[in-house]
């Protein structure tokens, strides 16, 4: 008696894999900068932090994760000039 192969055994390929290529990349890059003023009545000190993700899937997807942490300090006498910022911005791109 013969074995007959049944339509789901081995692999198969399914119908969406040839309209979206994978490529699965991750980059990711981290910047940073340090900025110092003074003058004869303040001294502010101002860092920069900003560390970013893309993630392309597909061949013209791509998915985006910015955030970016600000740091500031004063010796002046005002009010809320010491500020602390944490921003993000999330991002999704497909290129015709």
């Not at 920069?48 to 791509?62: A, E, H, Q, V």
């Not at 910015?66 to 290129?95: A, K, M």
Request: include cysteine.
């Amino acid at each position: 008696m013969r074995h007959r192969k049944s339509p789901t055994s081995g692999s198969q390929r399914l119908p969406y894999r040839s309209h979206f290529p994978r490529i699965k990349s991750f980059k990711k890059s981290v910047e940073a900068s340090c900025n110092h003023s003074e003058s004869s009545s303040a001294a502010i000190d101002v860092v920069n932090f900003r560390p970013r993700g893309s993630y392309m899937p597909w061949k013209k997807y791509s998915f985006d994760l910015n955030s970016i942490l600000i740091l500031r300090n004063s010796d002046q006498d005002v009010e809320n000039l010491n500020v602390n910022e944490i921003i993000y911005t999330v991002g999704y791109q497909y290129s015709f």
